[in-house]
C-alpha cells in the first residue's frame, strides 16, 4: 500500500543534479519507491534548462516513483499534484503559512517564489525533482519575481525553524497519500490547483532570451489543468506547456 510506505530517502551530500543522482540508483531499486536528498547541487536544473542555484540549506529533493503507481488518469496533472503536495508539506509544519502555487509548477509565497518542481521519466520510473527554499533566497533567473523561504514564512508566522529533511518527509508522506487515494480523480486536481492558485499574480510568458513584456492574468483551468489566461487586450487565451515567469 503506497499511502503508508514508509520514507525510503537516500542522503546525499553535494551532488550535481539529484536528478542524476536518482537515476543512477534506479536499477538498484528493483522496482520500488525512493527518493534522493541533497545538502547541495552543483548543477541543480530548473525549467527550461535554466540553472537551479542550489547552495547548502535549502531542499534539493528527487522522488522516483515507479510508473506503475501512478493511475493514467493523474499521470497529465502530475505537476499540479506535485505542487498541491509541496504546499500541503509545508503547511502540515508552519501552521498557518497562507502558501498559493503557480500554474505549472512554483509554490508561491507572498507573490515571491519558494519553489518549483521538474517531473521526468525513466525506464519504469518517474522523477519528480523538487527544489524549495528552505533557509536561503537565492536569486532565480526568474525575470523579477522576487524569492522567499520557508524559514521567512516560519519566523512570520511566529513557528520554530524547518529542516530541508522535515520538509522531504512531510512531502513524501503527503506523495503517497495522493498517489494511493484511488478516489481522487483529475478533475479535483485541477479543482484544487485552481482554489489554491494566486489568481493576483501578474504572468509574463517565457520567451529565449527573457520574458515577454505582456502582463497575463490567471483566469481558470480547464480539466486536463491547462491554463486560461486574460490578456492585456482583454481576451483569453489557453496555454498549454508554457512555462511563466
Ligand atoms: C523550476 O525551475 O522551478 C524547477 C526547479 C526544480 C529544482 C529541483 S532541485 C532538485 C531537483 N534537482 C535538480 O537539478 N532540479 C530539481
Known sequence: MLGGAPPNIHHVGDVPSTMEAAREMLAAAKGAPFAVLAESQSKGRGTGG???????????????????????????????????????????????????????????YDSKKLGGSIVEAEGN???????????????????????????????????PKVTPVQLAEAVWKQYFEVLSDTTLSRKVIVMNFEAAMDKSLILHRRTPTGRDPEPLRAVRLNEWGHLTVLKSDGTEETLLTEYLF
Open 50 to 108: 535554466r540553472v537551479w542555484t542550489s547552495p547548502k540549506g535549502n531542499l534539493y529533493f528527487t522522488l522516483c516513483i515507479p510508473e506503475a503507481s501512478v493511475r493514467p488518469e493523474i499521470t497529465p496533472v502530475l505537476p499540479l499534484v506535485t505542487g498541491l503536495v509541496c504546499r500541503e508539506a509545508i503547511k502540515s509544519i508552519v501552521k498557518g503559512a497562507d502558501v498559493h502555487v503557480k500554474w505549472p509548477n512554483d509554490i508561491i
Open 125 to 159: 520510473y518517474l522523477l519528480i525533482g523538487i527544489g524549495m527554499n528552505v533557509e536561503l533566497a537565492p536569486p532565480v533567473t526568474d525575470s523579477g519575481r522576487d524569492t522567499t523561504t520557508v524559514n521567512d514564512i516560519a519566523a512570520a508566522v511566529g513557528q
